[in-house]
């Protein structure tokens, strides 16, 4: 059974999206995702500066198995990048909701509203199985 | 549904990510695959190999046929005890599939893959013809393997007195019968360790044990880390029906002399050995971020193209390492495309750690 902290919003493509206090959004993928992919052994992250539009590929997470893209969840410019993940990747899996990948200043704070809730992201993860 | 070893349950109960090998429900691994490639390297760890088929060959003529049968020479087993790893070849000098034999005290034991079960036995039945030999499964045996440079000091601590002996006593490469049971000091891994081979009615209190005395249980995702480091090829990958041994960095194995013995795939083997172009099988190390993958095109300047046949990250290098076959002029650099792109590897022998240290 895989963790789903009721506090984030998700991408059905396995990203989830945490409000920080200062506005910025949060990016990371779920323990679904990781325990998916098995041991992560690489991860490749955007730029600062970056500008992103929904749903456009963001980054990289190689793990063992395969290597798999990353998907902003929302829109808006990279703030920060999360270095610690590229010395450290199997933090991915070990805390998954603890490794952010980068911070996304957002261009339309309705968007974060728009992704799916807890309960929304367990209906289609078990959709998709 | 696939097969299932007497193990199943227990590795439900360890923790078992479960997937599917070969038609067996097998352990992927038990939580993190690195993290238990590391611990076979720096200490020991157990391996269900239940899976894999064990085959004894006996008869007057068992000898003479597994001089046919396959391409190394059961001749050079001086001693009971003492194995060989070698090809069993098609008539086109192509792998049937791999195997190691030991000289038993009656006849030959001879451990194939379990992927390979059905058509080996069959090649292996069909060539009896005209021998007098039995060529007997036995699928009431399952078999264990602990790995590692603690391996055999962890487990002769376990076992009664009379296999903790024969376990100290065994030399690399060598295996002998205790009792009903087979131990080898043989593996996968190029750690030393041992392969033991139980009646299956015995196997899951034997892994309770191991497991109890703080061996770790082990999965295949760290298998096939392990024997990639090792240099040591997967039938079905760095090998297949289509390519010969002298392309798979498996010409040590053949047995030229005598050059009466006649074994299957002789004469198309001798054929290719005139030709000085073929292709081999080589190391590559990829010395950036990445990984290298079964399948991704190897570029060679100025001399054409090959293809990974095995790639993985590598726990112990830090880095992703592969094998591959490329053209025979190959020299010590390359590139290969990842994702569309092209990235430099360097070229390098087809082993990259032996007993824990990096070679390459």
Same mark, same amino acid.
């Given at each position: 059974m895989s963790d789903i902290p009721s506090d984030l919003r998700y991408a059905a493509s396995h990203e989830w999206a945490r409000l920080e206090a200062d506005g910025s959004v949060s990016v990371g993928i779920s323990d679904h995702a990781q325990e998916a992919l098995g041991d992560v052994v690489y991860v490749e992250l955007p730029e600062i500066g970056q500008q992103l539009t929904a749903g456009q590929q963001a980054g990289v997470v190689e793990s063992v198995k395969a290597a798999s893209d990353?998907?902003?969840?929302?829109?808006?410019?990279?703030?920060?990048i999360n270095e610690q993940l590229t010395d450290s990747p199997e933090n991915v899996n070990s805390e998954p909701y603890g490794s952010w990948f980068f911070r996304i200043q957002p261009s339309d704070a309705s968007q974060l509203e728009k992704l799916l809730d807890a309960e929304g992201y367990k209906a289609s993860c078990d959709a998709e199985a | 549904m696939g097969q299932r070893t007497p193990l199943y349950d227990q590795h439900l109960a360890l923790g078992a990510k479960m997937v599917d090998f070969g038609g067996w429900d097998m352990p992927l691994h038990y939580g993190s695959q690195v993290e238990e490639h590391h611990q076979v390297r720096r200490d020991c760890g157990v391996f269900d190999? /239940? !899976?894999?088929?064990?085959? &004894?060959?006996? +008869?007057?003529d068992a000898k003479t046929y597994l001089q046919r049968l396959l391409a190394n020479d059961v001749d050079r087993l001086g001693q009971v005890g003492k194995a060989? %790893? *070698?090809a069993m070849l098609n008539e086109r000098g192509g792998v049937v599939d791999d195997l190691i034999v030991y000289l038993a005290e009656e006849g030959y034991r001879l451990v194939v893959n379990a992927s390979t079960r059905d058509k080996d036995l069959a090649w292996m039945q069909a060539q009896a013809e005209g021998f007098t030999v039995e060529v *007997?499964?036995?699928p009431e045996l399952a078999m264990l393997a602990v790995?590692?440079? !603690?391996?055999?000091a962890r487990t002769a601590e376990l076992v009664s007195q009379a296999r903790a002996a024969l376990i100290h006593e065994l030399k690399p490469f060598n +295996?002998?019968?205790?009792? #009903?049971?087979?131990?080898?000091?043989?593996? %996968?891994t190029g750690e030393d360790g041992l392969e033991i081979i139980l009646p299956a009615e015995q196997a899951p209190d034997f892994l309770s044990e191991l497991v109890g005395a703080g061996i770790p249980?082990?999965?295949?995702?760290?298998? &096939? *880390?392990?024997?990639?480091?090792? +240099?040591? $090829?997967l039938y079905g990958? &760095?090998?297949?029906? &289509?390519? /010969?041994?002298?392309?798979? $960095?498996?010409?040590?194995?053949?047995?030229?002399?005598?050059?009466?013995? #006649?074994?299957i795939g002789r004469s198309a083997l001798e054929a290719q050995k005139a030709q000085s172009d073929l292709p081999k099988l080589v190391g590559l190390v990829l010395e950036e971020r990445g990984v290298l993958r079964a399948h991704q095109i190897v570029r060679v300047n100025g001399m054409g193209e090959g293809e990974i046949t095995s790639g993985s990250f590598s726990p112990t290098l830090g880095k992703a390492i592969a094998l591959a076959r490329v053209p025979a002029g190959t020299a010590d650099r390359a590139e290969v495309e990842i994702r569309g792109k092209w990235y430099p590897v360097r070229v390098v022998q087809p082993t990259f750690v032996r007993h824990g240290k990096v070679l390459v």
């Amino acid at each position: 059974m895989s963790d789903i902290p009721s506090d984030l919003r998700y991408a059905a493509s396995h990203e989830w999206a945490r409000l920080e206090a200062d506005g910025s959004v949060s990016v990371g993928i779920s323990d679904h995702a990781q325990e998916a992919l098995g041991d992560v052994v690489y991860v490749e992250l955007p730029e600062i500066g970056q500008q992103l539009t929904a749903g456009q590929q963001a980054g990289v997470v190689e793990s063992v198995k395969a290597a798999s893209d990353i998907y902003a969840p929302i829109s808006g410019e990279v703030v920060s990048i999360n270095e610690q993940l590229t010395d450290s990747p199997e933090n991915v899996n070990s805390e998954p909701y603890g490794s952010w990948f980068f911070r996304i200043q957002p261009s339309d704070a309705s968007q974060l509203e728009k992704l799916l809730d807890a309960e929304g992201y367990k209906a289609s993860c078990d959709a998709e199985a | 549904m696939g097969q299932r070893t007497p193990l199943y349950d227990q590795h439900l109960a360890l923790g078992a990510k479960m997937v599917d090998f070969g038609g067996w429900d097998m352990p992927l691994h038990y939580g993190s695959q690195v993290e238990e490639h590391h611990q076979v390297r720096r200490d020991c760890g157990v391996f269900d190999v /239940s !899976h894999m088929t064990v085959v &004894d060959v006996r +008869g007057a003529d068992a000898k003479t046929y597994l001089q046919r049968l396959l391409a190394n020479d059961v001749d050079r087993l001086g001693q009971v005890g003492k194995a060989l %790893y *070698t090809a069993m070849l098609n008539e086109r000098g192509g792998v049937v599939d791999d195997l190691i034999v030991y000289l038993a005290e009656e006849g030959y034991r001879l451990v194939v893959n379990a992927s390979t079960r059905d058509k080996d036995l069959a090649w292996m039945q069909a060539q009896a013809e005209g021998f007098t030999v039995e060529v *007997t499964e036995r699928p009431e045996l399952a078999m264990l393997a602990v790995q590692g440079p !603690h391996a055999r000091a962890r487990t002769a601590e376990l076992v009664s007195q009379a296999r903790a002996a024969l376990i100290h006593e065994l030399k690399p490469f060598n +295996g002998r019968a205790a009792g #009903d049971w087979f131990i080898g000091r043989t593996g %996968y891994t190029g750690e030393d360790g041992l392969e033991i081979i139980l009646p299956a009615e015995q196997a899951p209190d034997f892994l309770s044990e191991l497991v109890g005395a703080g061996i770790p249980p082990i999965g295949l995702g760290a298998r &096939d *880390t392990l024997r990639l480091e090792a +240099g040591l $090829n997967l039938y079905g990958q &760095d090998m297949t029906e &289509d390519v /010969s041994p002298l392309q798979a $960095n498996m010409g040590w194995t053949v047995a030229w002399q005598p050059v009466e013995r #006649d074994f299957i795939g002789r004469s198309a083997l001798e054929a290719q050995k005139a030709q000085s172009d073929l292709p081999k099988l080589v190391g590559l190390v990829l010395e950036e971020r990445g990984v290298l993958r079964a399948h991704q095109i190897v570029r060679v300047n100025g001399m054409g193209e090959g293809e990974i046949t095995s790639g993985s990250f590598s726990p112990t290098l830090g880095k992703a390492i592969a094998l591959a076959r490329v053209p025979a002029g190959t020299a010590d650099r390359a590139e290969v495309e990842i994702r569309g792109k092209w990235y430099p590897v360097r070229v390098v022998q087809p082993t990259f750690v032996r007993h824990g240290k990096v070679l390459v």
